[in-house]
C-alpha cells in the first residue's frame, strides 16, 4: 500500500504542475489582427515536400500584419519536383525567393544545414528570422502575432507550439506526448528566467528568433551536428546570454507531422537518443515513467479481486495520470477524449521507441530523408 500511495502522491504532483504551467505560466499570442513595423523574413527550408508544401506556401502567402515580409525557400536537394510546386504556388509575388541549396559538408546535418544557409542568404535587414517547416499551416496573422509575443516576452527566441494534427491511432497515441512531456516535467516560468542551458525547450516546426541574438549564439553553425538542432540552438542561445520562450500557437499554426506510421516510428527513432542523451539516463527516465503511468492500471486490474483498497488507490493514480494528459490537450488544443484514458499505452509505445532508437543507432542505421543521422 505504501508504494502505491507514494505513486498516486508523485503522479498528483506532476498532473498539478502540469495544471500551473498550463494556466499560469504557458503563453498565449494574441492570434490577431496585429501588426509589427519590422522586416521579417520567414525560412522555409524543403527536402521531397512537393506532396505537401502547397497549403504551407499559400498560408506564407496569405500573412498579414507583416508590411516588411520576405518569405526565404530553400529546395535542399529535392527529387520530387518540390521547386516546380514552390515556383507555381508563388507566381511572381516579389516577397517569395527560391534559393537552391548545396549539399552539407562533412559535420553537418541536412537540416541545420538548410536553415543556416537560408539565415545567411536572405535580406540582411530583416530583424526577425521565422523558421517554418513544411508541415505547417498558419493562420493569417500568426507571424505578426509570434514576433509580438517574442518582444513582449524579451527574448531571442520564441517556440510557437503548433497544434498538432492527429488521425490515425498511432498519431493519438504518440503525438500528444510532445506537448505533455513539457508541459508536466518542465517549469517554464524557471525555463524563461534561468540563464542553464539544461533548462530548455523548443520546436522547430515554427520557431521565431531575433537575429541579433541567433548571430550572436552562432545561429544554425553552432547545432551542426544536432539531430535535436531546435532544443540545441535554444541552449546555444542561453549560453550566449539570451533569453527563451515558449508558447502555445495551437491558434498561430497547425501541424501535420507523419502522415503514417512508419514515417512516425522513423521519425521518433531518429531522435530519442538524442532527447535522451547516455542509454543510461533514458532507462531511467522510462522506467519512472513506466512505474508513474503504466503500473497503476495494472496494478488496479491485477489486485481488485484480492486487495481492492490498494487496486482503489492505483486506480485513483491511473485517472490523476488522465487528467495531466486532459490538462495538457486542452492546453495545446489537443484532443482530450477518449486519447487520455490510453496514456498508460502511449508510455509503453514511448518507451519501446525509446529502445528502438539506441538499438539501430549503436548498429549505426539511423537515416532520414535518405542521409545519415549519426
Known sequence: MTAVLALV???AALTAHTWVNATRWLRRPDAGPVE?????????????????????????????GVPGLRIVVLDDGSTDGTADVVRAVAGDDPRLTLLTGVAPPPGWLGKPHACWQLATRTDPGATVLAFVDADVVLTPYAVAAAVTELRAARAALLSPYPRILVRGVADRLVQPLLQWLWLTFLPLRAMERSPRPSLAAAGGQFLVVDRAGYLRAGGHAAVADKVLEDIELARAVKRSGGRIALADGAELAACRMYESWPQLRDGYTKSLWAAFGHP??????????????????????????????????????????????????????GRAWPDALAHPVSVVVLGWLTLRSYHLRKRRRLTWRGRPVS
Open 9 to 11: 502522491v508523485a503522479v
Open 36 to 64: 509589427v513595423t519590422e522586416p521579417v523574413a520567414v525560412l522555409l527550408p524543403l527536402r521531397d515536400e512537393a506532396d505537401r508544401v502547397e497549403p504551407c506556401l499559400r498560408a506564407l502567402l496569405a500573412q498579414r
Open 280 to 333: 543510461v539516463a533514458a532507462a531511467a527516465v522510462v522506467t519512472v515513467l513506466l512505474l508513474l503511468y503504466t503500473a497503476p492500471p495494472l496494478v488496479a486490474v491485477g489486485l481488485a479481486p484480492t486487495a481492492p483498497l490498494v487496486s482503489m488507490v492505483a486506480l485513483i493514480a491511473y485517472l490523476l495520470g488522465v487528467a495531466g494528459r486532459v490538462v495538457s490537450a486542452r492546453a495545446t488544443g
